[in-house]
């Protein structure tokens, strides 16, 4: 990594891409998503982005049944796609989720972009929803600069990946058991506070004193960088079983602003460590986790005090939770995936693999 010249130019690689245009699907878990993403004088432009949530209907559950999803994208995603045809026209391609996510929702979006693809003779982009969160963060300029070091927090996954160029990764930890973000929902449970456990938790913990309880930091001094969310989720139930109920307001937001900390600390700290070990240039934040403000807001403010020569970037907050925006961004800059309809599967366990 000594020389400019080594650097992939991004600008000329989205102007590379094949495609002008693509009308992409996201129904990898609860989120149905139709979006129209082009190419405007190099750069992207999301034309049009849908999200039809289905949070409600889990919210009953407290968590996504995926039968019961698959059911909720079979009602909407005709109805997402006319809303953008009759405005948009036939696209140049067409991109979707094929993993990784819940097989019967997966399977929704995939098989209805292989009708459309068949019925408009338009090529299928087959995306990994992985590196879609993490491409989602060169939906907005400025583009980062390669490598990159992307953190990605979702409900299903928690990587760390080494960015080197559109197409080539390498990730360098990963968690052990829980995703942050089902850490997050786990302790809303806990808590009776309301699906998902990000937001609320989160708002809860507003009001809450980060350093009322002492919740361990799993992994933070680990060598590698691997993450682990399940001990911590057991350190909260553990405590909440020791306190007197019901648990007042002021406790429950004690008990949020303390999780909120264990996890927002350890991500911080893995993080600069891996900034600093691996030289990157640019820090990146992605998935649903990343719309957490005090995330955000720690990853600033530490970079800025111990990396000060990298750029850090996340994505808007509507391109942080699950969204088709990101799906054509990954397809028009990474799309060299183009898949025979015929033979694209869903592949719910797709890993990202590097080059
Ligand atoms: O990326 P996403 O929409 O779906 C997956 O690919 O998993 O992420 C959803 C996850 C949920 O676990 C949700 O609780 C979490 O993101 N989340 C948050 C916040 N907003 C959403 N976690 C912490 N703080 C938030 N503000
Ligand atoms: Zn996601």
């Known amino acids: 990594m000594d020389s400019d010249r080594k650097y992939f130019d991004v600008k000329k690689s989205i102007m590379s891409s094949r495609f002008q245009n693509t009308l992409a699907i996201e129904t990898s878990c609860d989120e149905t998503s139709v979006a129209w993403v082009a190419r405007v004088n190099g750069n992207l432009k999301v034309v049009k982005n849908i999200v039809a949530s289905q949070i409600p209907i889990h919210q009953k559950t407290r968590g996504v049944v995926p039968e019961v999803a698959a059911r909720e994208h079979v009602k909407i995603i005709i109805p997402l796609i006319q809303k953008i045809f009759y405005s948009m026209g036939i696209p140049e391609s067409i991109s979707v989720t094929r993993g990784p996510g819940l097989l019967p929702s997966l399977l929704i979006g995939c098989e209805t972009g292989k009708a459309l693809a068949l019925a408009w003779d338009r090529p299928l982009i087959a995306v990994n929803h992985c590196e879609a969160h993490v491409l989602s963060n060169w939906i907005d300029p400025p583009a980062p600069h390669f490598p990159s070091l992307c953190l990605l927090v979702s409900g299903g996954h928690s990587e760390f990946i080494v960015v080197k160029k559109f197409g080539a990764y390498d990730r360098i930890g990963k968690t052990r058991d829980d995703a942050a973000g089902e850490a997050f929902d786990k302790v809303a ?10 937001p609320s938790v989160s708002q809860c913990a507003l009001n809450g004193n980060p350093k009322a309880f002492h919740f361990p930091e799993p992994m933070v001094y680990a060598k590698n960088f691997d993450l682990s969310f399940s001990g911590l989720k057991t350190a909260v139930r553990n405590e909440v079983e020791l ?39 640019s820090i990146l934040l992605c998935g649903g986790v990343a719309a957490n403000e005090s995330l955000r807001a720690e990853l600033i403010r530490n970079i ?52």
């Open 304 to 355: 800025r005090n111990e990396l000060p020569g990298a750029l850090f970037k996340a994505p808007a907050f509507r391109y942080c939770t699950d969204n088709a925006a990101m799906i054509g961004a990954a397809a028009l800059l990474a799309g060299n995936r183009m898949r025979n309809i015929f033979e694209l599967r869903v592949d719910p366990n797709w890993e990202l693999h590097g080059k």
């Open 243 to 281: 306190l007197k109920k019901p648990l007042s307001q002021q406790t429950t937001s004690d008990l949020c602003a303390s999780f909120q900390r264990a996890v927002v600390n350890v991500l911080v700290k893995k993080t600069l460590r891996a900034g600093a070990e691996l030289n990157i240039r």
């Open 189 to 198: 449970a806990l808590l009776s506070l309301p699906y998902p456990g990000g």
